[in-house]
């Protein structure tokens, strides 16, 4: 109904009237309800923090049904993630702007922590950011870790661990932390927390202890202690370091401790340990590391000690860096070994093929023109083979390669015959012919 129509069928309503007619509405219609708190929060002081307190209610209890139900389900649709987000993220600017009661936030931040321990809806990050907006003295964080440090996961007893330092509860941080090593990182820190309290036994004693139990990725233990020894000049520790590192079996952990050593080593003027700490590092290094150690080592490297590894140091590439090494036996006059490469391949037409945009095929044309395209001809018919526009579209790009070196090799009547042959062939393709109608 609009103003007029209301103003007019409640004209001769009193106040008592009104406020029945109101509530009742109010309790039907999340709308009506907020508008009453809007009004009240805006032009009614004595009650404005009960309305305030009102909304903030009212923003969980939308966020809570969608939290519940993700639960449940593990997930659900995203229009209602959109919608719990907004509804959390509105309770975050509530409780930071208002003066809301202690009493009043425990009792929704108890309720956010049941939803966050059940821990299958995907919204507990966001959850323990408006948790820790709610709580805003120091007991009031203890309360936030106490919490964590009983129900929370791993990860969260860390969080737990991270608030009781904040607020100086220095016992209860380690208590915590001591209770849920799992991780290098994990040791790190209370590593640290020792080395900043000068016990260096204690520090020491947590690297070791992390070295030897976790499993895995320890690359933060190492690149917390290895420095340490080196600046210290400890060969004895850092080789028994090295023997403990090499045990694992893990790139990630060898790789992180010869970058340490290499440098080490180069400080020193020891050149074999240079050498060896530099392929140790080309063996373990990720895909994306191996180029910049290879330049590393044509640099480093004796020449005699380049020229009698060259071979195994090429092949490391190959292993890990497909693109990068025919990369380099293009540019050393190998240009045979990636034409090989390029004709026993299966092409994917996509970028993550290694000649993605004809990388490599196109600098080979000059030197091996018809193997080039034997190798175009038959990319087009792959292509041919499947009816789709995409298809289609590449098929004409290497078809206006082909043209172009055919013509450039004094092929010309030749391509003239094969792109008849190619139409007729194709000629019920209709999108296809099409294309080809287009190109010059």
């Not at 520090?203 to 030897?212: A, D, F, K, Q, S």
Request: net charge negative; hydrophobic share 35%; glycine share 6%.
């Amino acid at each position: 109904m609009d103003k007029r129509t209301v103003s007019k069928m409640l004209e001769n309503a009193g106040k008592d009237d009104l406020i029945e007619i109101i509530s009742n509405m109010s309790r039907y219609s999340r709308k009506a309800e907020t508008c009453i708190t809007d009004w009240c929060i805006s032009n009614n002081e004595k009650y404005q923090k009960r309305a305030v307190e009102m909304e903030l209610e009212r923003h969980w209890e939308e966020a809570r049904a969608v939290i519940q139900e993700f639960n449940e389900y593990g997930g659900g649709p995203e229009y209602d993630e959109e919608d719990a987000y907004g509804q959390l993220r509105k309770m975050d600017e509530i409780v930071n702007s208002h003066d809301i009661s202690w009493k009043k936030r425990v009792s929704i931040l108890d309720e956010m922590l049941e939803e966050f321990y059940v821990g299958n809806s995907g919204f507990d990050d966001i959850l323990m950011d408006v948790a820790d907006s709610f709580c805003k003295s120091n007991e009031e964080k203890r309360y936030l870790a106490d919490a964590l440090a009983k129900g929370g996961s791993g990860y969260y007893k860390g969080v737990a661990a991270s608030i009781y330092q904040s607020i100086g509860d220095h016992e209860h941080y380690l208590q915590t932390r001591l209770a849920n090593l799992q991780y290098g990182s994990d040791y790190v820190e209370i590593a640290r927390y020792y080395a900043k309290k000068g016990d260096r036994q204690k520090e020491m004693e947590y690297v070791w202890m992390g070295l030897e139990q976790c499993t895995g990725r320890l690359d933060k233990l190492i690149d917390y202690v290895t420095p340490i020894y080196i600046r210290k000049e400890n060969d004895t520790e850092l080789k028994r370091l090295y023997q403990l590192v090499l045990k694992t079996k893990w790139d990630i952990n060898i790789f992180t401790l010869a970058k340490h050593l290499y440098g080490y080593a180069g400080k020193k003027g020891d050149y074999p340990s240079e050498k060896k700490m530099l392929l140790l590092i080309l063996d373990t290094c990720d895909k994306n590391e191996i180029k910049k150690w290879f330049g590393v080592c044509k640099e480093k490297l004796h020449q005699e000690d380049w020229q009698e590894n060259y071979e195994t140091i090429l092949e490391k590439i190959r292993e890990k860096n497909l693109k990068l090494y025919l990369d380099i036996c293009m540019e050393t006059g190998r240009e045979d070994t990636v034409l090989e490469y390029l004709l026993g391949s299966r092409r994917s037409y996509d970028y993550w093929d290694v000649d993605d945009n004809q990388y490599f095929s196109k600098r080979l044309a000059e030197k091996y023109p018809d193997e080039i395209l034997e190798l175009y001809w038959k990319d087009v018919n792959s292509l041919l083979r499947v009816s789709r526009n995409k298809n289609y579209i590449l098929a004409v790009s290497f078809l206006k390669k082909i043209k172009a070196l055919m013509k450039s090799n004094d092929r010309q009547k030749e391509w003239d015959a094969k792109f008849r042959e190619l139409k007729e062939v194709h000629k019920r393709k209709r999108n296809f012919m099409e294309l080809l109608g287009k190109m010059k």
